[in-house]
């Protein structure tokens, strides 16, 4: 009983989780996405994709003994926010980081020339469908979008540093500089290559990721980071993903395959 307990405290059992969730994640963007209309693949994608969520939420974290703080929550008292770091954390993910990528985005797009031509997600469109607006609004757009990408930012972020950056700290122990570069960008690239094969977008996501995950070593808070992931998300989709047929699509349709 002790050597089985003992499995999930080694380096093997942190990599074979990384390595199960990352393949039940491509069987889905790969192998049921196209197919969805098959009713067998499409029902092991909600039976797959639902252990996974319980396991990366719950399961997980009891078996390989992690605690709250280091993936990057409080406790029940603190609605599981971790306040012990929100200041460092605040200043240097939403201070610095974000206003640095905030900045990219806008210049990238002055590049592209989409700065001055953002599109919304639609939801405006929707309310002036409904007869409760009489014209599209693109700030009512940007607030739907972003309070929609905080939480979405949030799932990714759960997986991918509450959970996948806690699993690189525990193969790759230790606490110095070139373990931290190594860790950040073991994560970020992890994370591009979840948006394959949307090429910008996997390399907008692997430079971000990378970056969330240098801070998240040291400082760990998912309030944070989900914020900063809400923001990029909104103005990348509002001022980038608008050029030339970008979208924030990810699998085969990038690339004009799939059913």
Known sequence: M???NSFWQTRKSHALDISLVTIAYFYIILVVAPFEHIFPLLLSAYIIGGFFIFYIFFISQYLHKDTCAERGFGNW???????????????????????????SIFLISLVLGTFWTPEGGGFSEWLVEQGILQEANLFIDFIAQFLYYILWGFIQQVLFLSFIHVRLRKIFPGNDRNNRIKIALFTGAIFGSYHLFNFPLAAFTFISGTFWAWYFYETPNMLTVSL?????????????FNYNGWSMTVGWPWLGLGP
């Open 228 to 240: 900063s992931h809400g923001l990029g998300g909104t103005l990348s989709s509002m001022f980038i």
């Open 2 to 4: 002790e050597g089985k």
């Open 77 to 103: 008292k603190t609605l599981f926010i971790r306040t012990d770091n929100l200041k460092k954390s605040a200043r240097e993910v939403l201070l610095i980081l974000t206003s640095i990528m905030v900045l």
